[in-house]
């Protein structure tokens, strides 16, 4: 038996001797494990909080004594007296080690935490953030030895960190002296120190221990609505969510729209880039406004976007990316002053980091979505759709990824569509129809009650049926092809061709009605053949985009489909593979990653390790431009039935039945995509 | 005998074989011969000329034939013909070796030329700067592989340059993909890559070749005046120089003052920093305008000035500046976007480097002075000192150099003098007295002849005889000893005591009379025992700094002297050493190095080299505080004698003779420093 103590550490289970009389932090960093501490053994942050076990282990096979640990000395006295220790938790920096002992790291007092990420989610999140803080005492100026406050500051995160030359702006500098006589020599700071190699930098410094907290803005800036997080850089946890509407929607509903009015009025970029930023600034002041905290202590903002609003925010004009070549002006990740960006309140030497771009099509929301599910790291062959006005799609597995994007248009949104509308309360969004009678029952947003629930009625009536969203007319065309009144060709039967009345003739088409709210003033809600038409544009280019990637590596089919976005999150699987949006696969193997993007920016944002792997992962992807790929064409042509003229879906016809009827009369052409290409 | 051919490249006198056909840039190359290339060899910069020689070399063992270098290609004849080659230039990128030659590479070929300085220079300056320019052809964007066009751009440089790792602001970013395709995708980028190994970043962009140049600005920023030079980045010419009274004068005369006016005034400091900034953008305007270049093409600035100037500069309250023990907010050498400086209508990319300041009281400008003279590389034992309102004394050879600065005030400026002045016409700069007659000639400012010859009275009617400049005022006290009117303890004689009626009687004292200009209207110009006195103090002060230095080196005399400063410029060494000023050397060892501190400014401008330099020569600087060491006071006592109370001059006196005079008739006491310090 050595005369050592033996320490091991829960959870890590890392385990070894020290010599008696060693702090617990100092075991902890001996043995490398993970464990917390911004004021580097002081006692005074309380950041290295453990909590020992006593008793028999008869799993580590050790005894840990009632002494095993020094007594609570004068220091750890101190903080519980003024700030209280939670019951059996020890100070790590001020504990020693007498005897064996075996000591629990709980997860606040790691560094690197675990963070716990929605069910959804695919991988864990662990903090790694490029920017943190440090408790240092710094000597006081000598005439004997003149050297400046700042060269002193860093000497000391030298010494105390080994956190080594590190620079700063003018504007800290500034505020330096004051602070450290504040602080009277002992002062935290903020020091930002990325993935890049970058010269660490002093972003921020406080009089004595900052206990104010870190934060940072993880910002997914969408086309048509800008959401952002904001995130304590310390636990990962997210403080405060908020979204708004895209302002340069005024300026063009969607992306190409904004890239023309670009082209037609010179200086148009610069008045987007200005309404974009100033809506981030905005958002993030009501961020901090809701947490409450000071928009100062804001340090950092990851942000992930298309390419187009990638260029727009970053000021340059994005012409290009509205023809071929599709030429992006930067494509790798960028590190900068988020004073660049203007991004308002925040910290005026906040930092900002944007994504890489995949390519002229395929943005960094569409890496970040690769951050957060990952295929490159997947044993099975993944197919992952972010879905929206544009389709972003990876497919790969541990050897290879390969990513393209589709102009799905704007359907699955429900734009477009006769009784389509955004997602908001009465918007159907499930649907249901007996194939039997015919007839539907449907729920809409707000409501738990199904249509043909008791007490529907009345409770509907406060918003009324008022249309249907994105994921209500995917399962409506999908039940319509499950019930017999839709042909794979994509035609709708007349009343006589169904035996329903339902389906009504509209000119020389027919439109199957769902709900009939004029009696109340509300809308009679259809699905039309011009319905029909948008959404078989809309899946045969998501479906032709998935396709070319299988193509391209060989494969006829895939493991798993995972569905990201927030519209993904609504989708059911089971319609979205009967209409054809997506290919056959296990129904249990389609999964949704919720709003991906914005985990991936909340993933880059809180770690550096999670910044490298997005840069490898993106410059490893291979991109597939469809625009000029000879296939795409013909497996556009070919999914445009439903759910696809060529392709079999054999796992799902495990679980459906698809009816093989045919509506043509000879009077409307199947497939006639180009003829109505209007919708 | 080789086959193959042997090349001797003059002046550097490099020589070896290459293979025929070879290339004249690409032997260079080879051989480790600067030859200048902007445009990378494709025959368009002609940055590469060179002028081969032909006949018998004796000197070089080598016949060189008519045939040695390939005759003119098409590139060569396209450019003579657009531009015109000098005669007997080739392009070196063009012009292929054929036989043995010898290449001569004239200055202006070379990246690393060396730059003529003024005589008055210690050392020539060898063009090494941060910013350079590179032609690149970028390749296309392409579908297949798609990437950004500033990736593009990075690999050109890498491929073509070997600089790799380019990164560049979002402004940059936003000019950058009209200006590709507007050059057709071949640029000149200006890279910025300086000596911090920070990540090379491209400042700008310009179609195709660019010819306009590139330059810098080198800062003097004084206390009372700012002096700028517009530089050229390539050449290391100045194009125009430029200078202005410091703005900040209305808020004090001296930093002191200024220290007050920010310590009374909260938020001063602001002001002051606002008022400078703006006074240096209005500085490189006029300067660009000058010499008729855009402002734009201005990439690069390097700054020297006092400790104060430099806080204030980069918006740092100088508070602790103004008290001990006298702390830098920061000391090392600063590299900084010149934006955060506010630098006005110049490149909005471009860089600012600060040099480091020294010590509390020895800012930047001592550190300039230091790099332009160096003393660190110096067999003697050298003494410089910066003449100002402080005085910076640098004191040192290879072995080690010592700093201090002693506060010698505004006496040697003419400020507390009777009939003080600023250097202007009118001002009395030489002063001789005849040691029989004690009566003086002298000279002023814009008139080379004295006041005793023919013709004086009437040349200088225009500006009259105004008053006593700096350089005036120790030439007449100076003069006032030798010629036995001036004791040694400082004492001037009376009338009787001295034989001259021009020693009248004031009040108890006695005041030398130089000029009286009253009949004319003009003043009466006389040296009174309380100017005496200012200059005691002010010399005691700037020999005391000087002397602890050598008691640090333990030396009792120096091998040479250097005055910097455009003071020191006018400063005669013989009458400085019969004051007292500086310790005793051969007057021949007594130099000016004119404006040192603009000299160094502009070698940091210039060249990486010299920034590695004078970083390293300032943090191996042993720093002395005048304000603590015990010895001070003593030196300071000793030195008030004329030209001192124990150090004997034996050098001085081999050319001069001092008489031993006494005018002490116990009325007033020698050395009388404390009772008279307000002089």
Redesign the interface.
Known sequence: MSDQPLVIFTPSGKRGRVAPGTTVLAAARQLGVDLDSVCGGRGICSKCQITPSFGEFAKHGVTVREDALSDWNKVEQRYDDKRGLPKGRRLGCQACIQGDVVLDVPPESQVHRQVIRKSADTRPMVMDPATRLYFVEVE????????????RLAQALSDQWEVTGVT????L??R???VLRKGNWQVTVAVHKDH?G??PRVLEVWPGLHEGGLYGLAIDLGSTTIAAHLTDLETGEVKASSGLMNPQIRFGEDLMSRVSYVMMNPGGEVELTQVVRAALADLARALAGEAGIDPALIVEAAVVCNPVMHHLL????PT?LGQ?????????A?S?PAS??DLGTINPRARAYLLP????HVGADAAAVSLATAPEMSDELMLVIDVGTNAEILLGDKTRVLACSSPTGPAFEGAQISSGQRAAPGAIERIEIDPVTKDPRFRVIGLDLWSDDPGFAQAVAQTGVTGICGSGIIEAVAEMRMAGLLDPSGLIGSAEQTGTPRCEAEGRTHAYLIHDGSAEGGPRITVTQGDIRAIQLAKSALYAGARLLMDERGADRVDRIVLAGAFGAHISPKHAMVLGMIPDAPLDHVTSAGNAAGTGARMALCSNAARVQVEKGVREIT?I?T??APKFQEHFVNANAIPHKVDTFPELLQVVTLPDVSFNTGGDKPGGRRRRRGG
């Open positions: 006081e100026p000598d005439m004997h030895e003149p050297s400046g406050d700042f060269e700063a702006d003018p504007s500098l500034a330096l002296q004051g890049t970058a010269v970053l000021g340059i004009d290009e071929a070549p599709f030429a992006l002006a930067v494509s790798e960028l900068m660049d960006l771009c995949i390519a002229g991109k431009e625009a000029i």
